[in-house]
């Protein structure tokens, strides 16, 4: 529990002090940067596996065969 206490207090400084609020409201804080950091550490896996894996455009190969408009037979 404290090491998982330990990435929101990096993450989110709100966390670095004393949150002067009531118990209930301090529950409902610390489950909203959950589902927050969540969200934006999925979303860091995204952006990393889209720049480790690149789509590039299908390119012609020069003097290949050109299937554009060709019919099989």
Same mark, same amino acid.
């Given at each position: 529990?404290e090491?998982a ?8 400084? $709100?966390?670095q /002090?004393?949150?002067?609020?009531? @118990?209930?409201f =301090?529950?409902?804080i &610390?489950?909203?940067?959950?589902? +927050? ?7 860091? $896996?995204?952006i /990393?596996?889209?720049?480790?894996? @690149?789509?590039? =455009?299908?390119?012609? &190969?020069?003097?290949?065969?050109? +299937? ?6």
């Open positions: 529990m090491c206490f330990g990435i929101l207090s990096n993450k989110w400084r $709100i966390f /002090r004393t949150l002067n609020v009531s @118990p209930d =301090a529950v409902d &610390v489950k909203a940067s959950v589902v +927050l950091h969540n969200f934006v550490r999925e979303r860091e $896996i995204v /990393r596996l889209k720049s480790a894996f @690149p789509v590039t =455009a299908l390119e012609t &190969v020069p003097g290949g065969p050109s +299937l554009r408009g060709a019919r099989g037979g």
